[in-house]
């Protein structure tokens, strides 16, 4: 009996990790297919439609909308609202393409994955108390929960760091254009257009799409700075906003952001500079003046043992 039942669950264990390779795979193909039509739809091609709803594949009419509405469903059904909002300012954060409910199915597949080979291996050893059989597969399954949102929140900690080291180019970029005589909304374009790929040119290029679709300069901006939740564009997009409202030239207050953050930087390189006497003492002191130590006083101290020693 029991050794039908280490079957099962290896079997399961194996079907698990198919499934969830299978839909990694189907995922990111759609999202790379996802990518190219935004792209595609920047230059304005216009797809024909299928003559007939036959043509379209039994798959993609079908069965994919019966999967997202489950998904969706199940999802909605296991986290609340106020999660899913939360939990979709974080991936916005990160710069993920996944929508909440797909993330939360994610991550509890990959607590049901690890729940399974918990089972697997407290199976392998029988002998093992009846607390660890039950302690091991739930760690297992809660440590694989918990790293999926410590993994979402890294990455936006990250992407966010790597926005604010660009802040400067970026400023730069937009105050030279605005005094060569461009426009703002000109000055994002040659911006995007000349900026490496990275966390600003999404986040700019963006912008721009808000732009179009209908929204104002100053509310771009500030959904801008809502989203990435970082001072200076909270404090540029309130420099644009006031500059629309009174009428005043941009491009003072551009080359003003610009010389702000450049000094802000400098002053954090000055505070790290600073702190590097403190940090160094515990390697000094734990690996640096031991072996100091050895060299100088090892001599001595054989010389001292020799003498007493005879």
């Not at 990111?28 to 935004?38: D, F, G, P, S």
């Not at 974080?90 to 993920?96: M, N, P, Y």
């Not at 690996?287 to 054989?302: Q, S, T, W, Y």
């Amino acid at each position: 009996m029991l050794f039908w039942l280490n079957v099962t669950i290896a079997a399961l264990l194996a079907l698990a990790v198919v499934t969830i390779s299978l839909w990694v795979r189907d995922l990111r193909v759609a999202n790379r297919q996802k990518t190219l039509n935004e792209r595609l739809q920047s230059y304005q091609l216009v797809r024909k439609p299928p003559a007939d709803e036959l043509e379209v594949p039994f798959v993609q009419r079908v069965i994919a909308p019966i999967m997202r509405k489950m998904f969706s469903t199940i999802s909605r059904a296991l986290t609340p609202a106020k999660v899913r909002n939360e939990l979709a300012r974080r991936l916005r954060q990160a710069g993920s393409k996944l929508s909440p409910e797909i993330f939360a199915l994610y991550r509890l597949a990959i607590s049901g994955l690890l729940l399974a080979l918990g089972i697997f291996l407290v199976r392998l050893n029988s002998g093992a108390p009846q607390w660890q059989q039950i302690a091991i597969p739930l760690g297992m399954a809660g440590l694989g929960y918990v790293f999926m949102g410590v993994r979402v929140n890294t990455q936006a900690q990250n992407r966010l760091k790597a926005l604010e080291r660009s802040l400067p180019e970026v400023f730069d970029l937009l105050s030279v254009s605005v005094e060569a005589g461009l426009a703002f909304d000109a000055a994002m374009r040659k911006l995007v257009t000349n900026i490496d790929n990275g966390p600003a040119k999404e986040e700019f290029t963006r912008v721009m799409s808000d732009i179009q679709l209908g929204m104002t300069r100053a509310e771009a901006l500030a959904a801008l700075a809502e989203r990435t939740k970082s001072r200076e564009l909270k404090r540029f997009a309130g420099l644009v906003a006031q500059s629309d409202r009174t009428g005043s030239g941009i491009a003072g207050a551009l080359r003003v952001q610009a010389r702000d953050i450049k000094e802000a930087r400098a002053a954090q390189a000055r505070e790290k500079a600073a702190l590097i006497p403190v940090k160094i003492i515990f390697p000094m002191v734990f690996f640096i003046f031991p072996a100091i130590f050895v060299v100088i006083l090892g001599p001595a101290m054989l010389s001292i043992v020799h003498l007493f020693h005879g």
